[in-house]
């Protein structure tokens, strides 16, 4: 399996204009010019935060880390207020490993895609399996959502416009669907397998039993085999995608997250506050719609992207 590598930071900087819009510019707005920073700016800077889908918590916790450091400056100006913020950011996610696998021997590799209707799950197939395909990779999507004729559908026409398989068949155990697409994926040599699961929340006893049938089948067909399962958020959902991870985590290991939407919200500071709280690796992050619009998450450059 060949990893590819997809990070554009135009395009990631033109993703998050709404994000900046809503978190630098109104720092500068608020508080640019000022020549030294008293604690009712750093009370505008705190709402700033907040309103920017960093979450309370935190929000406190950045305010204090920058009030501890800039007793040591005379001049506490913008620069260095954006400058400590940004430092200060980046720390969120020091302990959290955002890379994707180095190397990959055995597959194929298999993507288990979970997350709430509406999240950008099937979008997120598509690019990825986009993404795979482009760089050599033989990728198969699979349309394990039987409770969705419409959610199939979707999937058949992501599959059409990036020109790759998509198994599918009549029957309604998920599991059943994913044994018979793995069989095929084992007999013909696919490098990456990427499968769509039911998008809505059932009683957590209806999807552990599902996603546990699901992992079982995996085990049997290609013991051993190299897979994660990723859930996908939506970042217009808000503190709603807080809930999901923590609700879904719950269910399932979840080995990384897939942030879509993050050019139609003005609240990235959602991924700051999800890394801060859960600790689950990033892995993707939507910035776009186009095919190739779904990147590598890297931290520093989504921050730069953030600020710049």
């Known amino acids: 399996m060949k990893l590819f590598k997809n990070i554009n930071f135009e395009k990631l900087k033109n993703g998050l204009n709404k994000s900046r819009e809503n978190l630098v510019n109104k720092i500068s707005e608020k508080i640019s010019g000022k020549a030294n920073l008293d604690e009712n700016e750093l009370e505008k800077l705190e709402e700033i935060l907040i309103s920017s889908d960093i979450g309370v918590p935190l929000t406190e ?4 880390e920058i009030k501890k ?3 040591i400056h005379k001049e506490r100006n913008i620069t260095l207020i954006r ?6 950011m980046l720390k969120i996610f020091k302990n959290i490993s955002t890379e994707n696998f180095t190397s990959i021997n055995s597959k194929p590799f298999i993507y288990l895609i979970i997350g709430v209707n509406g999240s950008g799950k099937t979008t997120t197939i598509g690019k990825l399996a986009y993404n795979y395909k482009t760089i050599g990779n033989k990728v198969m999507v699979v349309a394990a959502d039987t409770f969705r004729a419409a959610a199939n559908e979707q999937l058949e026409v ?5 020109d790759v398989p998509i198994f599918k068949n009549d029957a309604k155990d998920p599991s059943s669907v994913v044994y018979d697409s793995l069989e095929i994926a084992k007999n013909e040599n696919y490098d990456v397998v990427l499968i769509d699961t039911a998008g809505r929340l059932h009683t957590k006893k209806d999807l552990m039993d599902e996603l546990s049938k699901i992992n079982s089948v995996i085990g049997k067909v290609i013991p051993h085999a190299p897979k994660e399962t990723l859930l996908v958020l939506d970042a217009t959902s808000g503190q709603n995608a807080i809930i999901q ?3 879904f985590n719950k269910i399932v290991n979840i080995d990384g997250l897939v942030i879509t939407k993050l050019d139609g919200s003005a609240k990235g500071g959602i991924v700051l506050q999800i890394s801060s709280e859960k600790k689950i690796p990033i892995k993707f992050i939507g910035v776009g719609e186009h095919h190739t619009d779904l990147q590598n998450f890297e931290a520093e450059q989504f921050i730069k992207a953030m600020f710049d």
Do not use: H, P, Y
């Open 61 to 64: 916790k950045l305010i204090d």
């Open 69 to 71: 450091k800039i007793v």
């Open 158 to 162: 992501w599959a059409k416009r990036v």
């Open 245 to 247: 991870a923590q609700e």
């Open 83 to 88: 400058n400590l913020l940004f430092t200060e």
